[in-house]
């Protein structure tokens, strides 16, 4: 059973980077067929897709963090990282990871999430 | 700019259906792209119901079903329960820009 746990810094000052780590249990991030996606949700708000990163290591991301946002691989950890720059207030929210297979059912689609972790811009 | 609108909330009485919609604009993200609905009850996880606009994944009760009609996809939850009462999410995803898109959520109300 595939598990994700994320992990990483609850408070960041503005302008700063916020830093999170999502490691997965029970299964391989380097298992072709498989998108590993960064999510978040402000207070009381909806979800907001951040990006994410295939198996092979290419990446995506939404258009409007896209010049903000990196998300990398660590295999040796089996974890998947996220990384936004200049952060504000707006950037306040529970992030969350998220698998999507590629092919295999249920596809294209968020099977499993972690728990989600609070991280809040403040000074 | 892509989008997906859902009613801000809807309610109904137990042993009732209730239907939400989720409606594409802009590059009819709902029409070409993949349509999953979500249940994320207060302080949890989202947590997937329906892919690809019309299948439940193993484990998921057959009281909740997803269609489409055209730019408009619908989640139907029949024989409403108490613990039904949760933000429900439909997610267009897709592998051209802007590749995922969440509506923005509709409460339900268990009356």
């Known amino acids: 059973q595939v598990q994700l746990q994320e992990s990483g810094p609850g408070l960041v000052e503005p302008s700063q980077t916020l830093s999170l780590t999502c490691t997965v249990s029970?299964?391989?991030?380097?298992?072709?067929?498989?998108?590993w996606s960064w999510i978040r949700q402000p207070a009381g708000k909806g979800l907001e897709w951040i990006g994410r990163?295939?198996?092979?290591?290419?990446?995506n991301y939404n258009p409007s963090l896209k010049s903000r946002v990196t998300i990398s691989p660590d295999t040796s950890k089996n974890q998947f990282s996220l990384r936004l720059t200049s952060v504000t207030a707006a950037d306040t929210a529970v992030y969350y990871c998220a698998r999507a297979k590629e092919w295999e059912e249920p596809s294209d689609a968020f099977d499993i999430w972690g728990q989600g972790t609070m991280v809040t811009v403040s000074s | 700019q892509s989008a997906l609108t859902q009613p801000a909330s809807v309610s109904g009485s137990p042993g009732q259906s209730i239907t939400i919609s989720c409606t594409g604009t802009?590059?009819?993200?709902?029409?070409?792209?993949?349509l999953s609905w979500y249940q994320q009850l207060p302080g949890t996880a989202p947590k997937l119901l329906i892919y690809?606009?019309?299948k439940r994944p193993s484990g998921v009760s057959s009281r909740f079903s997803g269609s489409k009609s055209g730019n408009t996809a619908s989640l139907t939850i029949s024989g409403l329960q108490a613990e039904d009462e949760a933000d429900y999410y439909c997610?267009?995803?897709?592998?051209?820009?802007?590749?995922?898109?969440f509506g923005g959520g509709t409460w339900l109300t268990v009356l």
């Open positions: 802009g590059n009819d993200v709902v029409v070409y792209n993949y």
């Open positions: 997610c267009s995803y897709g592998g051209s820009s802007p590749y995922v898109v």
């Open positions: 029970g299964g391989s991030i380097s298992s072709g067929g498989y998108y």
């Open positions: 690809d606009f019309t």
């Open positions: 990163i295939y198996t092979r290591g290419s990446t």
